[in-house]
């Protein structure tokens, strides 16, 4: 039996996203310099338009989370215009057609929500476990939706789906708000 302490040092940190996302950013934060401390303090009123931080430094890490978000909202409103037109309402439509349908819209939704919610993860006390954790939680809920909804929609079977991705994505956006809290 699984722990739950278990579970969200998986979640957060050892499953292969959380690796590859961390390893990523703390690769560039070391390229970047960022790790490093200024070898002096100048004051507020020395620094001039010339000596200004760019916003990504300022950012540190979390400057790749907004990056990030701003990829998953343009996917999310082409996705959003890609469900509108190919699994439109038909006269002759089944009821299993618009089962799917509202999969689909849901998945969107909760897309949506995230990718701005993502933008926050900055101005959270552990950006990088956030941000993990809403990004996870939108791959594996939505992209399970998603995939499910059109493929249905188009007739073929998908029974060799993981059924537990979707319902393991919720808990990670469960998990991301919690740790807003934090």
Not at 40 to 62: M, Y
Not at 91 to 101: I, L, M, V
Request: glycine share 6%; hydrophobic share 40%; with cysteine.
């Amino acid at each position: 039996m699984v722990s739950f302490t278990d579970a969200l040092n998986y979640v957060a940190y050892k499953n292969p996203v959380s690796q590859f996302t961390i390893a990523g950013v703390t690769q560039l934060a070391k390229v970047s310099g960022l790790h490093t401390k200024p070898s002096h303090a100048r004051s507020v009123a020395t620094k001039s338009v010339s000596d200004a931080v760019p916003i990504s430094r300022q950012l540190g890490s979390s400057y790749y989370l907004i990056r990030v978000a701003a990829l998953s909202g343009a996917t999310a409103v082409c996705l959003a215009a890609y469900g509108r037109h190919s699994l439109k309402e038909r006269s002759s439509e089944r009821a299993e057609t618009k089962e799917y349908r509202h999969i689909y819209e849901s998945a969107n939704h909760m897309h949506f929500i995230h990718s701005v919610v993502l933008l926050a993860t900055p101005l959270t006390k552990r950006p990088l476990i956030t941000g993990t954790l809403f990004i996870s939680g939108m791959l594996l809920f939505s992209g399970t939706c998603y995939y499910k909804a059109i493929k249905k929609a188009k007739g073929e079977n998908v029974e060799y789906i993981p059924a537990h991705l979707a319902p393991c994505g919720g808990l990670c956006l469960i998990l991301g708000w919690l740790s807003m809290l934090f």
